[in-house]
């Protein structure tokens, strides 16, 4: 009997996602189309255990699901009269389920990624319809991972699945004239998923690290669904290059580990080697886009096998063109310090100064530990003390605090 | 699905009537282009907001006030009402839409109209 609990559950994660896309497709509602594929999953565990597990189970599942959803319609219809009247009708359209069940198991997921992640829907909103959705997060799962109380969250998800009701934000992958800008959105929310479970802020460090398993998936599915897309891929490679120094960035006692310091033996090889091959495919499209030059930047650091034989030249170079593609203060000041380990300290600062003249960088206190980084490697130490503490004064992640106070604390000594 | 596309400009008594003319004759260009879509329900403009009236009830009198209900730096000025699919094809039409006025930009907002059976 277990066995069957155990091959529903792997239906479940393996295509729940599918599932509950094409059920959100036909009915129009993000309640209704959870409820039936709970309901089916639940009939599934009783009737595959007296008649046997089906060849297609996923298939037995959105036809069972669809069922539901024709009984819940019927239901709202004798209490409402007519106002579901529509979507009864549409769905016993759609409903010669055996017909259905012999057709190949349409995947209307990318068309759902694109309805989550519409503009019209605020960007927190999108994070979390997409997680919970596609991702299968749970609602407390993900209030967790962003440390926001459980009702917050859920009342956030219940407003965007209205919206979408209300608007009628379509089920569909946008016409090739928008498309280039919406699923750069869908690879905004995605990238911004992963990197709230890879930034180093506080909160549960599980539960971060099973948002970045989850943007990862996410984005296997997007290169899957829409395979000739250059920067899909170079998302999907620039996630599993970050994510394979998870191991090596942080001690056992939680101080952060600088990319130089790191132990490199720690890197998992597997996933590099994955992202490696995408960055290249990715290039091979000749249509270079920012994910692709922050890849192939993740690319540079993952090849050296020490510190030393990072390869700064081409890092500066991706730095200059990414600064040209997308200019921000951010990229100014990662090719200022590529600069500084490329050709010279002197010449990198000079950089990083013309960079602070616009006053524009004054309060991120990544620039003063940049600054202060390179003071440090001058032997400028008083100067690169004073650019420690202005960092310090700026910071209030617990990870950097520590990381900048143990720079200063060696500075002293 | 019926929208109504909401015009928001900053009123400009400086517009020439060389602009005022290229901006009428955009929203002709639409109108006809959703009339030949099929999709044209209705469209408007609005005299200023100086001409505005805003009429409350306060504790079961009337109040009546001069000027629109809130002083923002857009006001309303037109609308649309178009019949779309989705709100996709409501967005497309939106962009369509002139909302800039002697070069100060503006913006719609688009909104479902709710249905009743």
């Not at chain 1, 091959?7 to 994660?13: G, I, K, L, S, W």
């Not at chain 1, 599918?18 to 209704?32: M, N, Y």
């Not at chain 1, 290169?223 to 394979?244: F, K, Y």
């Not at chain 2, 504790?59 to 309303?76: H, I, S, W, Y």
Request: glycine share 6%; hydrophobic share 45%; proline share 4%.
């Amino acid at each position: 009997m277990h066995d069957h609990h155990a091959t529903v559950e792997a239906v479940f994660r393996a295509e729940a996602g599918r599932i509950i896309a094409g059920l959100i497709r036909v009915s129009h509602s993000f309640d209704l189309a959870e409820e039936a594929m709970q309901d089916a999953f639940a009939a599934a565990i009783v009737s595959w255990e007296a008649g046997g597990v089906p060849d297609n189970p996923g298939a037995w599942i959105t036809a069972a699901a669809r069922r539901k959803l024709i009984d819940y319609a019927r239901r709202e219809q004798t209490r409402r009269h007519n106002e579901d009247q529509l979507l009864y009708e549409s769905l016993c359209r759609s409903s010669a389920i055996d017909e259905e069940m012999s057709r190949p198991f349409p995947d209307d997921r990318l068309s759902l990624i694109f309805t989550c992640c519409h503009p019209a829907i605020n960007m927190q909103a999108q994070v979390a319809l997409t997680l919970r959705t596609l991702g299968g997060l749970t609602t407390s799962e993900i209030a967790r991972a962003f440390l926001l109380p459980e009702p917050t969250l859920a009342q956030r998800l219940v407003r965007a699945q209205r919206k979408i009701q209300q608007a009628r934000i379509p089920y569909q992958v946008p016409d090739a004239g928008s498309l280039p800008e919406r699923l750069s959105a869908v690879q905004a929310v995605l990238y911004l998923i992963f990197n709230e479970g890879y930034s180093a802020s506080s909160g549960d460090s599980l539960v971060r690290r099973e948002l970045c398993a989850e943007a990862i998936r996410l984005a296997r599915t997007l290169v899957e669904l829409m395979p000739e897309n250059p920067e899909s891929m170079a998302l999907l490679a620039l996630m599993l290059l970050h994510d394979s120094r998870r191991d090596a960035r942080s001690s056992e006692d939680g101080q952060l580990v600088a990319l130089e310091e790191q132990d490199r033996s720690l890197w998992h090889q597997e996933q590099i080697a994955e992202g490696i091959h995408l960055v290249e495919r990715a290039l091979g499209r000749r249509s270079v886009g920012p994910y692709q030059l922050q890849a192939a930047i993740a690319a540079c650091h993952a090849e050296a096998r020490t510190a030393g034989e990072t390869d700064w030249k081409q890092i500066a170079a991706l730095y200059a063109l990414l600064n040209a593609s997308q200019p921000s203060a951010i990229v100014s000041l990662n090719h200022a310090v590529a600069v500084a380990m490329s050709e010279t300290l002197e010449r990198g600062l000079a950089l990083i100064d013309e960079l602070g003249s616009s006053g524009e960088l004054d309060s991120y206190h990544l620039y003063h530990a940049a600054r202060a980084d390179l003071l440090r490697r001058m032997g400028r130490h008083r100067e690169a003390l004073a650019s420690y503490h202005r960092g310090l004064a700026l910071t209030t992640n617990a990870v950097e605090l520590r990381y900048l106070r143990r720079r200063m604390s060696e500075l002293d000594s | 699905m019926r929208y109504m596309m909401l015009i928001y400009s900053q009123e400009n008594e400086a517009a020439t009537a060389e602009e005022m003319g290229v901006v009428a004759a955009t929203h002709k260009a639409v109108m006809e282009e959703a009339r030949d879509h099929g999709v044209f329900r209705a469209a408007d403009p609005l005299e200023d907001s100086s001409a505005a009236t805003t009429v409350r009830i306060q504790n079961g009198r009337v109040l009546v006030t001069d000027g629109p209900f809130a002083e923002t730096k857009e006001q309303l000025a037109g609308y649309y009402i178009l019949d779309c699919q989705d709100l996709d094809e409501a967005l497309a039409w939106a962009e369509k839409i002139p909302t800039a006025c002697a070069g100060a930009p503006g913006c719609i907002e688009v909104r479902p109209i709710r249905e009743f059976l």
